[in-house]
């Protein structure tokens, strides 16, 4: 196995612990979409290895891995990038805003990653601003670039330091009228505490709910498998 192919083994985890499971958002312009991938891009993929139609509501662990490599990690050139936090915030790029977005940004960038995040901060106002009906994913978008923030600071290296305890705890913040994952310890400082919090609207229904539960809650194991492989 390659280094590279390590390290998108690594960033998917994290990846698919923001995308959540299966939705079908009347405002989203990609359509059902289940891992992050939407039906879209699950026909295509289906067709091109001579499989019939299937809905993306059913896609198998195997073809999400296959399409986030061939579809994301390797035509956003993320395969190609040296620093694992730059890899991260590319391919992470790459799937929300597509891969000629992500490399367009990383020119821009300069192969500065907190540039690269404050350009696609930027990305994100201007599509509201032209497109008010998104504003409802604004704030989604926004704590997504606060947590990949987050990453790049507990982990300057690209990765969770060894040899570090580390404590998760994932639980209802009523503060917050949401759900609260923290990874405490692992990174530079033992006492280093990462907070990731999704708010959940008074409004919001149970769907909305238990999809924020499941994004939580797979993130949470995906760090768990993380830190027993590196025990």
């Given at each position: 196995?390659?280094?590279?192919?390590?390290?998108?083994?690594?960033?998917?985890?994290?990846?698919?612990?923001?995308?959540?499971?299966?939705?079908?958002?009347?405002?989203?312009?990609?359509?059902?979409?289940?891992?992050?991938?939407?039906?879209?891009?699950?026909?295509?993929?289906?067709?091109?290895?001579?499989?019939?139609?299937?809905?993306?509501?059913?896609?198998?662990?195997?073809?999400?891995?296959?399409?986030?490599?061939?579809?994301?990690?390797?035509?956003?050139?993320?395969?190609?990038?040296?620093?694992?936090?730059?890899?991260?915030?590319?391919?992470?790029?790459?799937?929300?805003?597509?891969?000629?977005?992500?490399?367009?940004?990383?020119?821009?960038?300069?192969?500065?990653?907190?540039?690269?995040l404050d350009i696609r901060k930027q990305r994100y106002l201007d599509?509201?601003?032209?497109?008010?009906?998104?504003?409802?994913?604004?704030?989604?978008?926004?704590?997504?670039?606060?947590?990949?923030?987050?990453?790049?600071?507990?982990?300057?290296?690209?990765?969770?330091?060894?040899?570090?305890p580390m404590t998760y705890v994932f639980a209802p913040n009523i503060t917050t009228?949401?759900?609260?994952?923290?990874?405490?310890?692992?990174?530079?400082?033992?006492?280093?505490?990462?907070?990731?919090?999704?708010?959940?609207?008074?409004?919001?229904?149970?769907?909305?709910?238990?999809?924020?539960?499941?994004?939580?809650?797979?993130?949470?194991?995906?760090?768990?498998?993380?830190?027993?492989?590196?025990?």
């Amino acid at each position: 196995m390659t280094k590279s192919y390590q390290n998108f083994e690594i960033c998917l985890k994290i990846i698919l612990g923001n995308e959540g499971g299966y939705s079908n958002n009347k405002y989203d312009k990609g359509g059902a979409t289940n891992y992050g991938i939407t039906q879209g891009v699950y026909d295509v993929y289906r067709k091109e290895n001579g499989l019939p139609p299937k809905d993306v509501k059913y896609i198998t662990q195997q073809e999400v891995k296959d399409i986030y490599y061939s579809g994301y990690w390797k035509t956003s050139g993320a395969d190609k990038i040296a620093d694992p936090k730059m890899a991260l915030v590319v391919f992470d790029t790459a799937v929300n805003m597509g891969p000629s977005v992500a490399k367009k940004i990383y020119e821009q960038s300069g192969g500065d990653v907190n540039k690269y995040l404050d350009i696609r901060k930027q990305r994100y106002l201007d599509i509201v601003k032209n497109d008010p009906s998104q504003k409802i994913f604004l704030q989604g978008w926004l704590n997504r670039l606060d947590e990949l923030r987050q990453y790049i600071k507990q982990h300057p290296q690209g990765n969770i330091a060894k040899n570090q305890p580390m404590t998760y705890v994932f639980a209802p913040n009523i503060t917050t009228s949401g759900c609260e994952l923290r990874l405490e310890g692992g990174g530079d400082e033992p006492s280093t505490v990462t907070p990731l919090i999704a708010s959940i609207q008074e409004s919001a229904d149970a769907h909305e709910v238990a999809a924020v539960v499941e994004k939580h809650a797979q993130m949470f194991f995906a760090m768990v498998e993380e830190a027993q492989q590196r025990a």
